[in-house]
């Protein structure tokens, strides 16, 4: 049984910064591209960033491209979400989400996903 579990999100001010870690068990995760979405409240889920399962490419959604990093570590089963530069915008259910082959920007893609870790930035 695959399962994705984000941490890491909190209150922050804008300006701020927050980390966010996503643990995946039960696939194999060095074979698997990762990606993170986000919610709002009444909005639909939207692409943040993904990144292929070797780590080396990486895309970014345009709203937070220059202020949010992706990356992983296989060795730990794990992809993050280093979050800089946070804005009221930001603010959203974040979750992370797995699938086989190439990364994509596209929620309906991946199968698996996590239950999502809250991040609220106020202004």
């Known amino acids: 049984q695959v399962q994705l579990v984000e941490s890491g999100g909190g209150l922050v001010q804008a300006g701020g910064s927050l980390r966010l870690s996503c643990a995946a068990s039960?696939?194999?995760?060095?074979?698997?591209?990762m990606g993170w979405f986000r919610q709002a409240p009444g909005k639909e889920r939207k692409f943040v960033a993904a990144?292929?399962?070797?780590?080396?490419?990486?895309y970014y959604g345009d709203s937070v491209k220059g202020r949010f990093t992706i990356s992983r570590d296989n060795a730990k089963n794990t992809v993050y979400l280093q979050m800089n530069s946070l804005k009221p915008e930001d603010t959203a259910l974040y979750y992370c989400?797995?699938?086989?082959?190439?990364?994509?920007?596209?929620?309906?893609?991946?199968?698996?996903w996590g239950q999502g870790t809250r991040v609220t930035v106020s202004s």
């Open positions: 989400a797995a699938k086989l082959r190439l990364p994509s920007g596209l929620p309906g893609e991946y199968p698996y």
């Open positions: 990144i292929n399962w070797r780590g080396e490419s990486t």
């Open positions: 039960g696939l194999t995760f060095s074979s698997s591209s």
